[in-house]
């Protein structure tokens, strides 16, 4: 039966599973095997077998001539117990090989076994991964005359050993007495400063692993009682040879590892007086993850040097570290002796690191540090990972200790320590810390960044939103219920000022039952995240800023620059604030405007803030100090500048005074120097007069102002005369300015546009700092005034134009045109011709129209809402207009005022004294009668208006009964003279 190797995701095995041979066939193991070796369960893997073949295509009969097995992982499978196992650029030999390989395995080498008398060594040049499976090895002896000195030797060469189970490196090749031996040796030997080693355990690839107690181990011991034997390490045997002496590029990647050195020697490090021997020393060393423990001995760090060896690069950047040296040595860094004894670079990072160092309380040596003193200490530090603070605590014991001045802190930070027992440790970052040095209680608390309106902070709220935490004295957590509010008032003014939309920071301070405080800020800010609406429980991401005004001209903006103006600040979900590097401004944002303001430009500008986790906020960069008018004398170097000025007309005239301080005028010599407002002058008097004049008649327009500096360079601005606006005169500087002219523009066409309209009402602003603004058109006044002129429609608009938080000016744009009023008589007769009106006028009234069998209502017109309305002609015309006959068909047996019209022109044919037809429209006495009475009565035809006759038909009744009376009269003398005949 063979087995099978199942591979972890670290490169390793983790079991064996039993599994039906392929072949039945085994080649006899090599004779001679340690004893030992039966412990181990026989092992087999996939066997590979080279087959011999003619070059003829006729094959001869397969042979098993060699027989290799392989791991699942594809690693060859070495057995130390059954001989010594030498991997070199040919392949591996020993440990249990029928036949030496001929090429290195590229996938590396899996090793078991126990031993007392083999050892395992990877030659020079050689890059391969090792796979230490419960591997046990016991080498050497005091005084040895062998040449087995090391149980592993990786000298000068890049070897990756991955730790499986528990593995035992127990070395006793070392001297009887001090002194220079050829025949010591170390557990895992690394000799020179060239190669790497990297031990590791199966998980070491996997993010946020942390090494426990299932992971692989290793245990490299030299024996504590005899001189110069290592752990891990370079060896003493080497020192005087330069290649082959000091000890570099060690990495610690995970598993729990132990080691414990020989007198005079690290546990991990290079060997006793190898710098003054050949120059060699220790560098280079990084651990980021793991538990690792390390003792050294009388001159001999834990991790660092033997006697006298300069130590340059300790790089630990996660994992448990514990370092302890002997006498004479410290925890970590360079142990006693003759040599250079510097310790340099020494560097602890990272969040989830902690590193216990043990000097030597006899010999007061320190925990990190150099047996030199502190004057062979450089660049030794500390630094936490962003979201972390570092604490480094100096003391006797894990118990008996103080933290350092700056504790906790968030920046790389110098570990100096005075005693023999160090640690350094990172814990969640809080923006505020206290540590009571006395009780070594701590509390801590995080600021809250949040948009300022809207809701109120709850207090359950504020406790989650700052993750206050705090630590009694024996290092317990603080019940949040025992955090309390030091002021509850606060409380209260941080949301009276949230309410009330103001910003800036306010304290807010926390305190434990005994009495220790910190204080942290509540950042309200104009724009970014609302803190309030975020759930405690469930921290998001935040930001926030302020938008913020500068001068135009001069220097560009830097990132740096709009980070301190705007006081941008963020946090990320877990609630660490942010360096200030890393909320990025936009790039095109931020170059448009240092293109204004190096231009001399002023204007509001959007600049965007995003965080590394993409969150942004946007604030608004106003550029202010713009000058209309400059100008520079080539020869002086005399500069003067002035801004326009914007001012209702009519109201009191403007001082001299007063024009300056509108204009902010200023001057400077050619060395750049201020010149005094006093020194400048008005030239032209009669500009001041001429302005004032138009202003008390209600003029408007544009007057010119010139100012001199002392030197007789002139600028000249322009002061606008308004109709509507605000009175310069009355406003005064350091307030807005806006006016505005009523105007006329002909109907139809094209709508305006803001900046047409704009232009048309000679609408002008300025802000408080006197530059230039603009001015937006109320969207649905504009609206309507569009809508009349595209229908050709006339009349007067109130326009409204409004600043950006400033004042406001009203102005009245009158469209004009003619229209056109067309009369439709609806089948009547005498049709008026259309009439042509000035927009604004009335149209005239015409001649009624007639129609046979109807009475004429009078003229309508159909509404906007579709509704028919008597059209009154006192009614002014905005547009054309058709206006329709209304008729009511008369009642039978009447005669309509038309027909009687007619009837009464009729007489003048009574010239005629042939006998005629009584007409259809001819008047009669009784029609006239009624007529009288009706007229007497108030009663009429048609409409109220009908009642009374028309001036024509008044004349016509008159002349009927004059013609009656001359008839009388006539018919009377006829008689007489019959009686006088």
Not at 561 to 582: I, M, N, P
Request: charged share 25%; net charge negative.
């Amino acid at each position: 039966m063979r087995r099978k190797w199942l591979e972890n995701p670290g490169g390793g095995i983790s079991e064996i599973q039993t599994l039906a041979p392929e072949t039945e066939q085994e080649t006899t193991e090599e004779k001679g095997t340690e004893a030992a070796s039966t412990e181990t369960p026989k092992i087999k893997g996939t066997e590979t077998t080279e087959r011999q073949e003619t070059g003829s295509t006729q094959r001869k009969a397969k042979k098993p001539v060699k027989k290799k097995m392989l791991s699942e992982n594809g690693q060859t499978l070495l057995d130390v117990s059954q001989g010594d196992i030498r991997i070199t650029e040919n392949g591996a030999t020993g440990g249990g090989l029928s036949q030496n390989e001929t090429s290195l395995n590229p996938k590396g080498y899996w090793i078991t076994g126990t031993t007392t008398s083999n050892n395992i060594e990877v030659l020079e040049g050689v890059e391969t991964d090792i796979t230490l499976d419960n591997v046990s090895i016991t080498i050497g002896e005091v005084d040895t005359t062998t040449s087995k000195w090391d149980c592993i030797n990786v000298s000068h060469a890049d070897v990756t050993i991955t730790l499986v189970g528990e593995n035992r490196l127990i070395c006793n090749s070392g001297s009887s007495a001090d002194g220079f031996s050829g025949s010591t040796g170390a557990a895992l030997a690394k000799d020179g400063m060239d190669g790497t080693l990297t031990i590791q355990c199966e998980n070491a690839g996997i993010e946020g692993h942390r090494c426990n107690s299932s992971c692989g181990s290793l245990l490299a011991e030299g024996n504590p009682d005899i001189w110069h034997v290592g752990a891990i390490g370079s060896t003493l045997r080497n020192i005087a040879d330069k290649k082959n002496c000091g000890f570099s590029n060690l990495t610690i990647k995970g598993g729990n590892i132990e080691a414990y050195a020989g007198l005079h020697t690290a546990g991990i490090g290079s060997a006793c007086v190898s710098e003054r021997g050949g120059g060699g020393y220790t560098s280079n060393i990084r651990i980021s993850g793991g538990n690792i423990k390390a003792t050294g001995t009388d001159k001999g760090s834990g991790i660092g040097s033997g006697y006298g060896n300069t130590v340059d690069g300790i790089y630990i950047s996660g994992g448990y570290v514990e370092a302890r040296g002997g006498a004479n040595a410290p925890g970590i860094g360079a142990s006693y002796g003759g040599g250079n004894m510097d310790t340099k670079n020494i560097q602890v990072s990272g969040g989830d690191t902690v590193v216990v160092a043990i000097g030597d309380e006899a010999t007061s040596m320190p925990g990190i540090g150099s047996a030199g003193g502190n004057d062979k200490v450089s660049n030794v530090t500390a630094a936490p990972d962003f979201g972390y603070q570092g604490y480094i605590q100096d003391g006797t014991s894990l118990t008996d200790y103080t933290f350092v001045d700056g504790t906790p802190f968030q920046e790389n930070t110098a570990i100096e320590v005075g005693k023999f027992y160090t640690k350094v440790y990172f814990g969640p970052f809080r923006d505020t810390n206290q540590i009571e040095k006395d009780t070594k209680e701590q509390i801590g608390a995080n600021h809250v960044i949040s948009k300022t309106g809207g809701e109120a902070f709850t207090k359950e709220q504020l406790k989650g939103l700052t993750k206050v935490t705090g630590k009694q004295e024996n290092g317990t957590d603080f019940s949040m219920d025992d955090l309390r509010f030091e002021f509850p008032e606060q409380i209260e003014a941080i949301n009276k000022a949230k309410a009330e939309k103001k910003l800036g920071e306010y304290p807010l301070v926390f305190t434990t039952p005994n009495g220790t405080k910190t204080t942290v800020k509540v950042c309200l800010k104009a724009e970014g995240t609302d803190a309030a609406k975020v759930d405690p429980e469930h921290l998001e991401v935040t930001i926030g800023a302020n938008s913020f005004s500068k001068e135009t001209g001069g220097l560009t903006l830097t990132a740096d620059d709009v980070r301190t103006l705007s006081s941008v600040q963020g946090k990320d979900a877990e609630g660490t604030t942010y360096k200030d590097e890393h909320l990025i401004p936009n790039e095109k944002e931020l170059k448009a405007i240092n293109d204004a303001k190096t231009a001399g430009k002023a204007g509001k500008f959007e600049l965007t803030f995003t965080s590394p986790d993409k969150k942004s906020v946007k604030i608004t960069v106003s550029l202010h100090g713009e000058y209309d008018k400059i100008v520079q004398d080539a020869d002086s170097g005399e500069m003067i500048k002035a801004k326009h000025i914007i001012s209702k007309t009519s109201g009191a005239p403007f001082t001299k005074e007063q024009l300056k301080e509108l204009s902010r005028v200023k001057a400077v010599t050619g060395d750049d120097s201020v010149i005094e407002t006093d020194l400048i002058t008005f030239p032209k008097q009669e500009q001041i007069e001429k302005l004032n004049e138009a202003k008390a008649s209600k003029k408007t327009g544009e007057f010119e102002l010139t100012f001199a500096a002392p030197d007789g360079t002139e600028a000249t601005v322009t002061v606008y005369l308004t109709e509507e606006g605000l009175d310069g005169a009355a406003q005064g500087s350091g307030k807005p300015s806006c006016g505005a002219d009523s105007v006329s523009h002909p109907t139809g066409g094209n709508s305006f546009g803001e900046e047409e309209l704009t232009e048309l009402c000679r609408a002008r602003g300025k802000d408080e700092n006197g530059d230039n603004a603009i001015l937006k058109i109320d969207e649905e006044q504009l609206r309507k005034l569009n809508e009349a002129k595209a229908a050709g429609k006339t009349g007067t608009f109130d326009v409204t134009f409004t600043m950006e938080d400033g004042p406001r000016v009203k102005v009245a744009v009158a469209l004009t045109g003619e229209h056109t009023v067309t009369f439709d008589t609806d089948g009547g007769q005498d049709a008026p011709g259309a009439q042509t009106v000035t927009g604004g006028k009335e149209a005239s009234q015409p001649e009624e129209p007639k129609k046979a069998g109807y009475l004429f209502e009078g003229w309508y017109y159909t509404d906007a809402e579709g509704n028919e309305v008597k059209w009154d002609f006192n009614t002014l015309v905005h547009e054309n207009l058709t206006l329709k006959a209304k008729w009511k068909k008369k009642a039978e047996g009447t005669t309509s005022k038309e027909e009687t019209t007619t009837a009464a022109k009729k007489p003048k044919k009574e010239k005629e004294k042939k006998p005629k037809k009584k007409s259809k429209t001819s008047w009669n006495y009784r029609e006239v009668a009624e007529r009288r009475a009706r007229k007497k009565t108030g009663e009429g035809w048609g409409t109220a208006e009908e009642g009374t006759a028309q001036t024509g038909e008044e004349s016509k009744v008159m002349w009927i009964i004059c013609f009656m009376a001359g008839a009388a009269g006539v018919m009377t003398g006829v008689a007489r003279r019959r009686k006088q005949r």
